[in-house]
């Protein structure tokens, strides 16, 4: 179990309804109208020119496709009523999201419909037994929202793939390098699916986390897809994988009508290159080394100021002298928290996003040449980031190192409270008091929790769950002595509890009455 007993009734009992009323929560009781969701469990006719998916599945992905938007929430709580599974659920959303949502012209906007649902899964793998059901809910409605908004766009459908060109096991790998490196559309399509039945999900994800992280277009979401598909894929399973990864792949192949990247010099392809030179003088025992804060200061120096190339010739010169790569990793994190600091927006929170994509397709590969260059353009990607911005606008002079911890006037338990209750409205002054109240021994997963719970009831943007899920995710991959501040500057992209309540909080207690 992901907490206690205490934890898991906190919404529900007396004392947890005080908590909720002192963090400004609203109350989610309703849940336990449906089955509970243990830690262990978060695991029909085709159309003809519709990609088919397998015949277990096929039912439920058309219920979700057919069902309108104000009916689906309750048609699926019926169904889990009788028996459904939050597998079944998760597998028949993503599949669903895979098979209509056009991840064009660009890896993000209503292809948030797919991106989401891993960032609703890892929300609800994260959360006490009674919440896990309002992430994936949530996940449900949206993707109706966004199935509408293909629908507007030319109703983009997956069409099933061109058998015959399928090659078979002895094929497939070189098949797909050839068309992804010449950026192939329907050659890596056919590719991508003997991929898909003949290989290991580890061997073709080492393939994946490269493709996604080789170029800096659509800010972060090809390397947040590619670590989104594995997470799932490893839920819900592997026999599901095919549709996923023909989408995967044509996400990857996006550029945007500029000319064939594979044919040219194009600006958000020079870091993937050169980085696949310099993680070459990298020393044999990269992985190992020392903690350095020294390091990781002198990382976050260059990042706020320097250029692509500088910050990845720091790092190279930093781990060649005995630094662990933790602690490049604590920079990275560090500056993109703050970016946010620095200008609170969409580009500042994909920085953070993309890091986090980026820092698990590291922990996840298994080659260490792949696991170096991830670490390189991680780095390389935060200046580019930086530059972004300005083109947006003023970007602020705000040192993440400088921020003073103020206390906040509640003591206990109640100052989280206070906290987001300040989110909504200074939030620097939450920061400040998100540094006191962990050094006076709040939890840190007292502030994680409560951020969650305000995310279910105050949010209808995916970039609130992708975000969430990922800065809360990673405030434990930050090491000790900085972990506070990454949290800190998380702050500036979560909901406060003075915001109103989405309507679809209305609706699912309706859907689960």
Not at 79 to 96: K, P, Q
Not at 162 to 168: G, I, R
Not at 289 to 297: I, K, Q, W
Not at 313 to 318: G, N, P
Request: overall charge neutral.
């Amino acid at each position: 179990m992901f907490a206690s007993a205490t934890r898991r009734d906190f919404l529900r009992t007396g004392a947890g309804c005080s908590l909720a009323a002192a963090w400004g929560l609203s109350d989610l009781g309703f849940l336990g109208g449906l089955p509970p969701v243990s830690a262990q469990d978060v695991g029909a006719k085709g159309t003809p020119g519709v990609v088919p998916l397998s015949p277990e599945i096929e039912p439920l992905v058309r219920l979700l496709e057919d069902t309108p938007r104000d009916k689906v929430l309750e048609e699926v709580a019926s169904r889990i009523r009788r028996g459904l599974s939050y597998r079944e659920v998760l597998a028949a959303l993503f599949l669903a999201g895979v098979r209509n949502i056009q991840p064009r012209p660009s890896v993000g906007f209503k292809f948030h419909g797919v991106l989401a649902v891993n960032a609703a899964h890892l929300a609800s793998l994260a959360s006490p037994d009674e919440h896990r059901w309002l992430p994936i809910f949530w996940s449900i409605d949206y993707f109706k929202a966004t199935q509408q908004q293909d629908v507007q766009e030319g109703n983009w459908t997956m069409a099933p793939v061109n058998e015959s060109a399928v090659p078979d096991a002895a094929k497939a790998r070189e098949a797909f390098t050839q068309a992804m490196d010449s950026w192939d559309e329907s050659a890596a399509d056919v590719a991508v699916a003997g991929l898909a039945r003949t290989a290991g999900a580890s061997d073709v994800f080492e393939l994946f986390f490269r493709y996604g992280a080789r170029d800096f277009r659509s800010i972060g979401h090809k390397a947040i897809f590619a670590s989104n598909s594995f997470r799932t894929l490893s839920c819900i399973g592997w026999r599901y994988s095919e549709p996923v990864l023909r989408s995967l792949a044509y996400a990857m192949l996006s550029h945007g009508g500029e000319p064939n990247p594979g044919a040219s010099d194009l600006d958000a392809d020079r870091p993937g290159r050169k980085n696949s030179e310099l993680v070459k003088k990298l020393r044999a025992d990269w992985p190992s080394g020392r903690l350095s804060s020294e390091a990781t200061r002198d990382m976050l120096g260059i990042l706020r100021t320097g250029s692509a190339d500088d910050a990845c010739a720091l790092a190279v010169d930093l781990i060649n002298k005995g630094a662990h790569p933790q602690s490049i990793w604590d920079a990275a994190m560090l500056a993109g928290g703050e970016l946010l600091l620095r200008q609170r927006g969409i580009v500042a929170l994909h920085a953070l996003t993309s890091a986090n994509a980026l820092r698990f397709a590291y922990d996840t590969s298994g080659v260490n040449e792949t696991r170096a260059w991830l670490v390189l353009q991680c780095l390389a990607f935060l200046p580019l980031f930086r530059e972004a911005m300005r083109a947006r606008g003023a970007v602020a002079d705000v040192n993440i190192a400088e921020i003073e911890p103020s206390a906040p006037k509640a003591a206990g338990k109640e100052s989280v409270g206070e906290i987001f209750a300040n989110v909504g409205g200074d939030r620097l002054l939450a920061a400040r008091q998100v540094l006191s109240a962990l050094k006076s021994g709040i939890a840190p997963q007292e502030l994680i929790q409560a951020a969650r719970v305000l995310i279910y009831t105050k949010s209808n943007d995916a970039h609130d769950y992708k975000f969430s899920s990922a800065v809360l995710e990673d405030y434990y991959k930050v090491s000790p002595e900085f972990r506070d501040r990454f949290l800190a500057a998380g702050i500036f992209n979560l909901r406060g509890s003075q915001e109103r309540d989405t309507p679809l909080v209305e609706r699912t207690k309706a859907a689960l009455s």
